[in-house]
């Protein structure tokens, strides 16, 4: 291209004009300035109905905003209206279950009056009332056996809340029994029972006189707290603070140990028991036996002792409520204030807290290796089943001399053996001391 322009070039003559280029087309400016304009129409169109299009999604937005706010309030109303029926639904099985326990007539009917009754009372006018029936029902007369010369000591322990617990420091008052002429003798730990609920060092002072008469021992009682002021673990925590603190020597020496309790006071003695085989390779302390009134070992409503209530029984009927009512006050609340209860009144509600083997101790894997046991019931006493049981388990797991088992005919009912005007009190407490007795001064 380059040598044919060079060419070209040189082809033209000196002296001659080159050939004049074609003119260019003129510019149509009105053709592209219409052009331009109708592109910026188009473009105002497209702003404006994205205008439109972003103002109804706006519009849908905000709609469905106010459905979703409908919605969640109708749903609540439902709820309420759903929470109410249910209620309602509740109170009328309730009521024609009432209805029928009253139609039913004998123990049955004075059961559910009594249920009635309390049903009205709040939780702490029921726990004033439990608690001041109780305290009426122990004025006993005085036993030819504590009138025998014996030491009576009030004590308090001091003890370090655990982090479950919170934090501080607690007293716990305990009194001692012991027989004057006894120097430093071996230690039988004592917790009262009547549902954890009631009862005191006041209470089953003539048991604890006698079991210290009986035993050649010192009784030492423990007050420890009670439901629901304090639920589990607090009482559980008081006993065996208290089993430690005698057995790191505070009495003024270290004795050769063994726990008591008769009911409730019974379960928690088993349940030291247990905690204190647990904590054998920490130094926990050495129980050697273990004397057990009609122990409650088992807190489940579908316990055997439980299932065993015999409806023309006043005393089954009106101990198996007290135990229910115990077992509600003594593990944590089941709900929150004013939530209402999604179960049915007419199953029995089995929590997990009650198969722990310290507040049901019939439900441990194993009872090996647990001290040598004095085990005394009444054959009548709903928690007869439990007991029996007990036994048998010892029996299998524990070897056949692990246990010895007194089941005393009836009629005697629950809680007897802290009643001193009956002989029956005076025959367990005379087995139980001797028990103790030859398991405690006996070889190791």
């Not at 009635?116 to 030819?144: G, I, Q, Y």
């Not at 673990?233 to 005698?246: H, M, Q, T």
């Not at 001399?401 to 009836?410: D, I, K, M, R, S």
Request: glycine content about 6%; some cysteine; hydrophobic content about 40%.
């Amino acid at each position: 291209k380059i040598l044919r322009l060079k060419t070209q070039s040189a082809s033209v003559a000196p002296g001659t004009m080159a050939p004049k280029r074609a003119p260019k087309e003129p510019v149509d400016v009105l053709a592209r300035k219409g052009y331009y304009d109708e592109m910026t129409n188009t473009f105002e169109e497209i702003n404006e109905k994205r205008d439109i299009i972003e103002k109804e999604i706006r519009a849908l937005l905000e709609e469905r905003d106010d459905l979703v706010k409908t919605i969640a309030e109708l749903q609540s109303q439902l709820d309420a209206v759903n929470l109410s029926n249910k209620a309602s639904l509740k109170a009328q099985r309730k009521t024609e279950r009432v209805l029928r326990q009253l139609e039913a007539g004998g123990a049955v009917a004075r059961a559910a009056l009594r249920k009635l009754l309390l049903s009205r009372m709040t939780l702490e006018e029921r726990v004033a009332k439990v608690r001041e029936d109780f305290r009426l029902s122990c004025n006993w007369p005085s036993s030819p056996v504590s009138s025998q010369k014996l030491k009576r000591t009030d004590l308090t322990m001091k003890r370090q809340l655990t982090s479950e617990e919170g934090e501080g420091e607690i007293t716990i008052p305990m009194r001692s029994y012991v027989a004057g002429s006894l120097e430093q003798p071996p230690v039988i730990v004592f917790f009262h029972g009547e549902s954890y609920v009631a009862g005191d060092l006041d209470t089953h002072d003539w048991i604890c006189s006698a079991l210290a008469q009986l035993s050649n021992a010192m009784v030492l009682s423990v007050a420890y707290r009670q439901p629901p002021e304090v639920r589990y673990p607090g009482p559980l925590e008081d006993a065996y603070g208290a089993l430690r603190w005698v057995a790191e020597g505070n009495l003024g020496w270290t004795p050769t140990l063994g726990v008591s309790g008769d009911a409730s006071g019974g379960g928690l003695a088993m349940a030291c028991t247990l905690r204190a085989r647990k904590e054998s390779a920490a130094g926990a302390p050495d129980i050697r036996v273990q004397v057990l009134f009609y122990p409650w070992v088992d807190v489940r409503p579908t316990s055997q002792s439980m299932q065993s209530c015999q409806e023309d029984n006043d005393l089954h009927i009106l101990m198996q409520e007290d135990l229910a009512f115990a077992s509600e006050v003594y593990g944590p609340p089941r709900q929150a204030a004013g939530e209402e209860d999604d179960d049915d009144d007419d199953e029995p509600k089995v929590e997990e807290w009650m198969k722990v083997e310290e507040v049901s101790p019939l439900l441990a894997n194993s009872l090996q290796d647990l001290p040598r046991t004095f085990l005394a019931y009444a054959a009548d006493d709903l928690l007869a089943p439990d007991c029996r049981s007990l036994a048998t388990r010892l029996r299998k797991e524990a070897g056949t001399e692990a246990v010895h088992e007194l089941e005393l005919p009836g009629p005697l009912g629950p809680g007897f053996a802290k009643d001193p005007t009956r002989a029956a009190s005076y025959a367990a407490l005379a087995a139980a001391g001797a028990f103790a007795s030859g398991v405690l001064t006996g070889p190791c």
